[in-house]
């Protein structure tokens, strides 16, 4: 099985600060990457696919990285409703659907 | 406008069956995946499985094979997923997503319903 670790776990940062988590995928998923969003008692929502497409309607502060086995995701300048648990996913054609375990987001 | 709408929370006593449903509108329900993803309490996302209304083709992860029954009626748009005996560590919230790129069971989770919390508790 393909195992997806992502870092850190949590974070903490600033207003404006840029952020940057990262997820490494056990073995080659190419581009197979995705980017969700997840607030508080809400469902997940997709920012990234493909590891560098921006969904629409996304706020372009967001973007994605990385093809193989390394991956990074980005707030260029983080924003008070950017607080949330982001996750990675990689999918293949078994199919399979992995999420990284998680980062948690809290300002500062 | 693209929704699935799940169904109500629900608590159940362990042993006792269950089946939890997500309809779909505003897009071909049968020409799109839907999968299902577990949350368990203060934890991440995990995939269950997935299914083509179209022709109920299903795929399960091999976490979940033989655990749960994903299904679907396509002349009501609704995809539903069941547990025969329930255990207490089913207690979780329960997702349904619209996974992109149809046919192909391939891509990514661009639509969700709003969660299913099931509570499993003596």
């Known amino acids: 099985d393909i195992q997806m670790t992502q870092s850190p776990s949590s974070l903490s940062a600033s207003v404006g600060d840029r952020v940057t988590i990262t997820c490494q995928a056990s073995?080659?998923?190419?581009?197979?990457l995705n980017w969700y969003q997840q607030k508080p008692g809400k469902a997940p929502k997709l920012l990234i696919y493909?590891?560098?497409n921006l969904e629409t309607g996304v706020p372009s502060r967001f973007s994605g990285s990385g093809s193989g086995t390394d991956f990074t995701f980005t707030i260029s300048s983080l924003q008070p409703e950017d607080i949330a648990t982001y996750y990675c996913?990689?999918?293949?054609?078994?199919?399979?659907?992995?999420f990284g375990q998680g980062t948690k987001l809290e300002i500062k | 406008e693209v929704q699935l709408v799940q169904s109500g929370a629900e608590v159940k006593k362990p042993g006792e069956s269950l089946k939890i449903s997500c309809k779909g509108s505003?897009?071909?329900?049968?020409?799109?995946?839907i999968g299902w993803v577990r949350q368990m309490p203060g934890k991440g996302l995990e995939w269950m499985g997935i299914?083509?209304?179209?022709?109920?083709?299903?795929r399960y992860s091999p976490s979940f094979q033989g655990q749960v029954t994903i299904s679907a009626d396509k002349s009501i748009s609704t995809a539903y997923l069941q547990w025969s005996s329930l255990k207490a560590s089913d207690t979780a919230m329960y997702y349904c997503?619209?996974?992109?790129?149809?046919?192909?069971?391939?891509?990514?989770?661009?639509?969700w319903g709003q969660g299913t919390l099931v509570t499993v508790s003596s």
């Open positions: 505003g897009y071909s329900f049968t020409s799109y995946w």
């Open positions: 996913q990689q999918y293949d054609n078994l199919p399979r659907y992995t």
């Open positions: 073995q080659d998923i190419s581009n197979y």
């Open positions: 299914i083509y209304p179209g022709d109920s083709d299903t």
């Open positions: 997503a619209r996974l992109t790129r149809a046919p192909e069971p391939l891509g990514y989770f661009d639509y």
């Open positions: 493909d590891a560098s």
